[in-house]
């Protein structure tokens, strides 16, 4: 590092003193805190988007959101050129650097890890950081923050793109590093022409099933019902009624949203009798999750909840039956076939009967640990992953080898059997790749994806809700003296150590009929988060009573 990049990081850090008393950690959403102790974060994560962008010699971006956290909160989190999360072997990297001390040691710490990543700091190759922030007072000042520490770096250029959801910058910084210099209107117009070919493409006799219902979307008093207001405008038989947009002066998050209903399974603000028998659906904050919901009746707030592991269930049902059809009369050893492998993806925290249901269809089901990016990193692995978590956060990924074989497949069929059943099924798949962001989960494709499966299948919600029904479940803290003496293994379905408190959860669990129960440690507190299932509600209350029990002797502070 020269003496010019050097007094250029003294000069500007001495403006993000750090805030005293405070250490954060970078996790699966990034920095997550109070917005008023961010700013030197924010900073220090502008530097290291601006690092890992000559690093990778690619568009990096930089979101600054707390999703569906309260409005006084704020975060900031990075995403890598293929759009997904920051590489996980720069997380340390990023600890270190929103905790250094001082700007002398903040100095010393990137000097030194420039050095072992053999970045070049001469701005002789300079790079571009895609810059977003959600509808939250604070983003303003925190982006202000983000470009001081993205100028710090010579030839590291920050590019404001202004108001954005989550996984739209996800999709430009994607988009960006695949050659195409895209903007938000091009976004909104890839997920309607996608979802216009889709809706066009349902077979006859269920096309007009469902096309002209209403669908009422709670937009969280946040930005995806902002965008979602633009997008509605651009779609063609489908009409959509968002509610809680922002504009109606409620507050973010607060008793609306995707995490709120999927909690609480209640009615978010301004839903209640009138949209009995109309579907309904959530975003959070940041419109990267996805729920849908029913009002079963006008004397209670309670809902019907049609989550993530429902969501998953739908788009695999619709997956499966495009490549079946596809495959029909393939050989897949000739120079048309191609055995296509799909994987389904989800955590221990899906609900047993949605595990069940998929496999039942035949589906290959595989778990990771708990965290979107261990999903997305499994989900790649396949010719077509899917995954879900059950608050709603997916999305569905196609493997480059397999595009390529179905473009040509689409293209030999319009040839020689324009308009058939194959021919559809090929243009159907490649609707879906256009429609879903590969790159994060994405709420607003989500929505769309789920309609136009709908329109295809010629389902209302309640026979989609019906597939399977879930097991009653409950989810427990505890709090303990130290969660890190709890090693899990088995995608966090088996506790490890300490000695024997695997076996004692065993001894509960099979207390239960269809009971399942494991344990892990937090990641931001010292609880044991304990979740059970059963065949009843009383039953999986039970079980998971018994088994915080058992963490409390293990691992409580009387144990100690």
């Not at 709090?479 to 088996?494: C, I």
Request: glycine residues 8%; proline residues 3%; hydrophobic residues 40%.
């Amino acid at each position: 590092m020269n003496e010019d990049q050097r007094s250029l990081f003294l000069s500007s850090s001495s403006h993000f003193p750090p805030p005293q008393g405070v250490k954060l950690s970078y996790g699966t959403s990034g920095f997550r805190a109070d917005a008023s102790i961010l700013q030197s974060t924010v900073y220090r994560v502008g530097i290291l988007a601006a690092l890992r962008a000559l690093k990778t010699q690619s568009v990096i971006g930089l979101m600054i959101t707390a999703s569906h956290n309260k409005v006084s909160d704020n975060g900031v989190k990075v995403a890598d050129p293929s759009g997904g999360m920051l590489s996980q072997d720069w997380e340390p990297f990023a600890d270190t650097l929103a905790n250094a001390h001082d700007p002398q040691h903040l100095v010393e710490l990137i000097a030194e890890f420039v050095q072992k990543e053999n970045i070049t700091l001469d701005g002789t190759k300079p790079v571009e950081i895609l810059l977003a922030r959600d509808t939250r007072p604070s983003g303003e000042f925190l982006l202000e923050a983000a470009k001081q520490g993205i100028g710090s770096i010579i030839g590291a250029v920050a590019l404001d793109m202004g108001i954005l959801t989550t996984p739209q910058l996800h999709w430009m910084v994607r988009a960006r590093n695949g050659g195409v210099k895209v903007s938000e209107t091009d976004y909104f117009k890839k997920l309607s022409s996608s979802f216009r070919c889709l809706v066009d493409l349902s077979p006859s006799g269920t096309h007009a099933n469902n096309v002209d219902d209403k669908l009422v979307v709670d937009g969280a008093n946040g930005v995806g019902g902002e965008k979602l207001e633009i997008l509605k405008t651009m779609l063609n038989g489908l009409a959509i009624e968002v509610r809680n947009s922002g504009k109606e002066g409620g507050v973010l998050n607060e008793g609306v949203g995707a995490d709120y209903v999927q909690k609480e399974k209640v009615v978010p603000f301004s839903f209640g009798s009138q949209d009995v028998g109309i579907r309904c659906s959530s975003l959070d904050g940041d419109a990267d999750r996805l729920v849908y919901f029913i009002v079963p009746s006008t004397s209670s707030n309670k809902i019907e909840l049609v989550d993530g592991d429902k969501i998953l269930s739908l788009f695999a049902i619709f997956i499966t039956e495009q490549l079946s059809i596809l495959n029909k009369e393939i050989d897949v050893k000739a120079k048309n076939g191609y055995q296509c492998h799909l994987g389904i993806v989800q955590t221990a925290y899906a609900n047993g009967a949605s595990t069940d249901y998929l496999k039942q269809l035949g589906l290959e089901v595989t778990f990771t640990p708990t965290g979107v990016k261990y999903l997305h990193e499994k989900a790649a692995e396949y010719d077509i992953g899917i995954y879900f978590e059950a608050n709603g956060h997916g999305t569905i990924l196609f493997s480059e080898q397999f595009l390529c074989w179905l473009k040509a497949r689409t293209t030999e069929l319009s040839d020689v059997a324009k308009g058939s059943e194959q021919h559809k099924a090929a243009l159907r798949l490649l609707a879906v790749s256009e429609l879903i962001n590969q790159a994060a989960g994405d709420a607003l494709s989500g929505v769309l994806m789920v309609e136009a499966i709908l329109k295809h299948m010629g389902w209302s919600i309640e026979r989609w809700n019906e597939i399977y029904e879930d097991l009653p479940s409950r989810q427990l803290k505890v709090k303990v003296v130290d969660r890190s003496a709890v090693v899990t293994a088995n995608a966090e379905t088996v506790a490890v150590t300490p000695p024997g408190i695997q076996e004692a959860i065993n001894a509960e669990t099979a207390k239960h009929p269809r009971g399942r129960c494991f344990i892990r440690p937090s990641g931001t507190e010292d609880v044991i988060r304990v979740y059970a299932e059963a065949s009843s509600q009383d039953a999986a209350d039970n079980l998971a009573q018994s088994v915080a029990k058992v963490v409390d002797q293990f691992l409580g502070f009387g144990s100690s």
